[in-house]
């Protein structure tokens, strides 16, 4: 269901809600077809499609017929769709296109009476005509990213929406404003807001503009205007059952199931290694201490003794880096994924319920249509419509997903061998610089025993 | 000043040697260049160049097996159309060397005598083979009694030995001599009474910083040797878990196209990464081996402090012995009782014995003073001797300490880097193979 935006210019008034601009054009019949999108990023473009029953392709062109159900704009939508595989597999080659820049950061804390909390700034430098600036700062928390997602994912159904970091964290276990968590959160906020703002469609949506530039995000209210249409669109998906998935997506699911699994693996792998080189951290400190120790009970010796002891302390030092570091890269990034697969499960089953409803009354209208002659109605030609326009989606959402995954896994396991070269390279050149002033100090000895 | 008169037996009869010099320092090094041109090392090459497993009988007629060690020398220098000659060889067990070490300990308690290799594996890491028949053990042990025996042939003094010179060349040196086992036997338990506790009154303050340093060095090597081998469990875990990775990115590249490869090429890094720590710490048991050897000096070390103690105190004893008697023939001659003695008390209950009796005591008591004052001198004589040859060989010794210790350390510091730069070449592997994916 989109809740469209009307387009053109429309001065920001910061007392109103700008949703409450649109609630006149709100179309009262759950329509999907305004989704299909072409990545676009030309001026003008436009936000979600127009209340109405008005379909409105990005590039401006209106589709000729003004019920989308009709067989040649479906012709015409599946031959768009085709580019629009094309094009979105170009989208991080054309970054110098992209006309929307956002960043999360500077995290403060912020103590009232009633709570505490954290709220990070928010800012957005844009060239976008739906935007009536070029810049924007403001301060959101925690909550009004979660009222963003769900909004995304209400509105836009066909479409993966990236995932949040963990809402709940247990009180006493986790420490909610320790620089720690706090920089690991604001990292995986900022990372889920630039995934919006790059994809095609859903950084065109209101909510998502709303979030960038409103000063007070009414949620309440939207809250409300959001179960009475969700409620909808359940009810119109509910109570049919999808007979057989087909194969291209069994084997997307199947992706999913196994890769969650390897996912899992894997943070279990990363935690075991923390915890041997936390164990492994431990005995090397009294390791060195206990040459410091002997270093006080020799006299010729105390240099070389000292030197090692200093030595083990240097490398004690980046084997704490090396945990640190992949602590808070590598876990977050793994559990980001299992998230996203979870999301992405979500949309393959709402797609499923979309087919299943379009072919349960697909067969009912066959039925009647066989007994009373009557025409196939619009409802089972809009329900095809939204099959073909989810599956169009999600297809050119799963290609963009994958390539940011590989994207990402690529650049989260290289620095993850980064780290480890460095703190390699760190004890290499401690243990260099020890073995010359070893070989000096033994140099400078057998001088003096020379001597006598 | 130092003077020093010593006896050293030597396999060409006694020598007697004297030196003086002004300085502690120089004195150490002048005696020590007279002994260096005649040390055993000079003249003859040892080796332990082999080793075999025996079966045989044991001491209590059962079937065991043992491995031999195959000791080799050569002379020095080659011959005169400068071949070098075949060594000789002979077979040596364990248990052979450790009755020749127990024979030096005794025969020279002024020495610091090099210790052997550990009898057991001892310090292991949970990997490391406990099992004294395990290859690794045997080569390791192979050094470390090649070792001793270099050390002790270019020992000063020990290499003089003709028992050692013996163990090196004759076969049948250590069970041809049944009595001199018995002495030794006897030695040794005088050596174990040594490990009570007796007071002395005036040993030489230098041995008792001495003895506290022995202590020191014991307690400093062994807990070293304790925590390497946590640290080396420690660092063998994490090496093996990162072995897991190998696994995952092998059943994860079956998923995938395009990274397939990629993951497929980094896994395999991964298993070689976890496959490397086995030989690194493996190598890395030298160094252990050279802190063993400074443990069990340590002990060597003390065994000397607590000699001095000993002829100390019989010095004392001697001493004491020698005063009563003096003071018992002084009341005798006076007639006066300062001391509270049987004699004295009988005499007073029962009267004054006849004049003849009285003379027989003395002429005794004379006699036996004149005993004693020799006791005392030989006493004094074995106790001066003892300190000075310990305090040149303690002083050597801490020399040879320094100098090992350093060296080792920077063997280890070495074998560090190493490790390192081939971590980061593994990881610079994987990385690349990450780039690819």
């Not at chain 2, 041109?37 to 082999?50: K, Q």
């Amino acid at each position: 269901m989109i809740v469209g935006a009307p387009r053109g210019l429309q001065p920001v008034n910061g007392t109103t809600h700008p949703l409450s601009a649109v609630q006149e054009t709100l179309s009262p019949v759950p329509d999907v077809t305004a989704s299909c999108h072409i990545p676009n990023s030309s001026s003008s473009s436009s936000g979600g499609g127009g209340g109405d029953k008005e379909v409105v392709l990005t590039n401006g062109k209106p589709i000729e017929t003004s019920s989308p159900a009709s067989a040649s704009s479906l012709l015409n939508r599946l031959q768009l769709d085709d580019d629009l595989e094309a094009d979105t597999l170009d989208l991080y080659a054309s970054t110098e296109t992209r006309d929307l820049f956002v960043t999360v950061d500077d995290p403060k804390k912020h103590v009232s009476t009633m709570e505490t909390y954290i709220t990070y700034r928010v800012s957005t430098k844009t060239s976008r005509i739906e935007f009536d600036l070029p810049e924007y700062n403001l301060r959101r928390r925690y909550q009004d990213f979660d009222w963003l997602r769900m909004k995304l994912e209400d509105s836009q159904p066909t479409h993966l929406i990236p995932p949040l970091p963990e809402k709940f964290v247990m009180k006493g276990v986790v420490d909610r404003f320790s620089e720690e968590f706090v920089e690991t959160r604001m990292k995986a906020l900022d990372k889920f807001l630039k995934r919006v703002a790059d994809h095609p469609v859903l950084s065109f949506n209101p909510h998502l503009n709303a979030f960038l530039t409103a000063k007070d995000l009414n949620k309440r209210q939207g809250l409300a205007l959001l179960t009475k249409v969700g409620e909808s669109v359940k009810q119109a998906a509910g109570g049919y059952k999808l007979r057989a998935r087909p194969p291209e997506y069994c084997v997307m699911g199947e992706y999913l199931d196994t890769f969650n699994q390897k996912l899992g693996t894997m943070d279990r792998i990363a935690q075991r290694i923390l915890k041997e080189q936390t164990e492994y951290l431990v005995e090397l400190r009294e390791y060195g201490s206990v040459y410091a120790g002997w270093a006080g009970s020799e006299d010729a010796l105390t240099r070389p003794l000292e030197g090692v002891a200093g030595c083990v302390s240097t490398c004690c030092g980046a084997m704490e880096d090396l945990s640190e570091g992949m602590s808070q890269e590598l876990l977050p990034v793994l559990r980001e994924y299992v998230l996203y697969i979870e999301s992405m499960k979500n949309v393959l089953k709402k797609r499923d319920q979309s087919q299943a409803e379009y072919e349960g009354r697909l067969e009912a209208a066959v039925i009647r249509k066989q007994e009373e002659k009557t025409p196939v109605p619009v409802e089972v030609e809009k329900c095809q419509d939204r099959v073909e326009c989810f599956n169009a989606d999600l297809k050119a959402d799963w290609e963009r997903w994958q390539s940011n995954k590989r994207q990402d896994f690529r650049q989260l396991l290289t620095s993850m061998a980064d780290k480890n070269i460095n703190y390699f390279e760190k004890c290499q050149s401690a243990w260099e610089s020890l073995v010359s002033q070893l070989q000096d100090d033994q140099a400078e000895n057998t001088n003096e025993t020379n001597c006598d | 000043m130092i003077l020093l008169a010593s006896s050293i037996p030597t396999a060409l009869g006694s020598v007697k040697l004297t030196a003086v010099s002004t300085e502690q320092n120089n004195g150490w090094n002048h005696l020590t260049s007279l002994y260096i041109s005649t040390n055993l090392s000079s003249r003859l090459e040892v080796s332990v160049a082999e080793t075999e497993k025996r079966n045989g009988k044991n001491a209590m007629n059962m079937q065991e097996t043992f491995t031999v060690y195959l000791v080799e020398t050569r002379p020095v220098e080659p011959l005169a159309d400068g071949r070098q000659l075949a060594p000789d060889s002979l077979w040596r067990r364990y248990s052979e060397f450790e009755i020749l070490r127990s024979y030096l300990l005794v025969t020279y308690p002024a020495v610091v005598v090099s210790p052997l290799p550990e009898k057991r594996a001892e310090f292991v890491w949970h990997k490391l083979s406990a099992d004294n028949m395990d290859p690794d053990f045997v080569e390791r042990r192979r050094v470390g009694l090649e070792n001793f025996l270099q050390r002790v042939t270019s020992h000063p003094v020990l290499s003089h030995d003709s028992l050692l010179y013996q163990f090196l060349t004759e076969v049948s040196a250590t069970s041809s001599r049944p009595g001199s086992h018995d002495e030794l036997m006897k030695a040794d338990s005088r050596l174990r009474a040594l490990s009570a506790t007796f007071r002395v009154r005036n040993p030489d303050r230098r041995f008792v910083e001495m003895k506290h340093y022995s202590d020191e060095l014991q307690s400093h090597t062994s807990q070293l040797l304790r925590a390497r081998a946590r640290v080396a469990d420690r660092l063998y875990g994490v090496y093996k878990v990162h072995g897991n990775y190998g696994r995952v990115f092998s059943e994860w590249s079956v998923l995938e196209k395009q990274m397939g490869d990629g993951l497929q090429s980094a896994g395999h890094h991964m298993d070689a990464y976890a496959a490397s720590i086995d030989d690194i710490l493996e190598e890395a048991e030298h160094y252990g081996d050279q802190l063993k050897e400074y443990l069990f000096y340590a002990e060597a070390l003390r065994a000397v402090c607590r000699k001095h103690e000993l002829s100390q105190y019989e010095l004392e004893l001697a001493c004491q012995d020698l005063l009563s008697k003096k003071q018992q023939r002084e009341e005798l001659a006076t007639g006066s009782v300062r001391t509270f003695s049987l004699k004295g008390m009988t005499s007073k209950l029962f009267g004054q014995e006849a004049p003849e009796q009285r003379e027989a005591r003395l002429h005794l008591l004379e006699e036996q003073i004149r005993e004693g004052e020799q006791a005392v001198e030989e006493r004094r004589s074995e106790c001066q001797v003892h300190v000075g040859g310990a305090w040149v060989d303690v002083q050597r010794f801490r020399q040879q300490k320094d100098r090992d210790i350093r060296e080792a350390l920077i063997g280890y510091a070495l074998m560090q880097i190493s490790m390192c730069k081939k971590g980061v070449q593994m990881w610079s592997n994987t990385k690349e193979c990450f780039l690819k994916m």
